[in-house]
Nanobody, 127 residues
Framework: QVQLVESGGGLVQAGGSLRLSCAASGRTFSGYAMGWFRQAPGEEREFVAGFSVSGGRTRYADSVKGRFTISRDNAKKTVYLQMNSLKPEDTAVFYC????????????????????WGQGTQVTVSS
């Protein structure tokens, strides 16, 4: 019921910043929890950040706490991931994900929890 398109990836030097965007379209009659994941070559897709349906609860991977911030603009139906102080180990394809939520306001950090995925956007951090 929802389509997700990521953008904003690119090449940046270590210590730099990028802001990723995830534009959502489609039916929005039910609520969605949102998340960002990333996948480096040869690695499994891992959770980066997420928020609950209301946006009132957020969760971050330990590796990005204090550096990344997830946010959203409901009017634009867009989710953002502001990434500061980027490190080479942040290099990965970043994916936006949405989960149908019918009850509750919790966050989700497992890949299997999510129902919809974007195509991904490449983030490369050089040293």
């Amino acid at each position: 019921q929802v389509q997700l398109v990521e953008s904003g990836g690119g090449l940046v030097q270590a210590g730099g910043s990028l802001r990723l965007s995830c534009a959502a379209s489609g039916r929005t009659f039910s609520g969605y929890a949102m998340g960002w994941f990333r996948q480096a070559p040869g690695e499994e897709r891992e959770f980066v950040a997420g928020f609950s349906v209301s946006g009132g609860r957020t969760r971050y991977a330990d590796s990005v706490k204090g550096r990344f911030t997830i946010s959203r603009d409901n009017a634009k139906k867009t989710v953002y991931l502001q990434m500061n102080s980027l490190k080479p180990e942040d290099t990965a394809v970043f994916y936006c994900a949405a989960k149908n939520v019918y009850f509750g306001d919790t966050t989700y950090s497992q890949r299997r929890d999510y129902d919809y995925w974007g195509q991904g956007t490449q983030v490369t951090v050089s040293s």
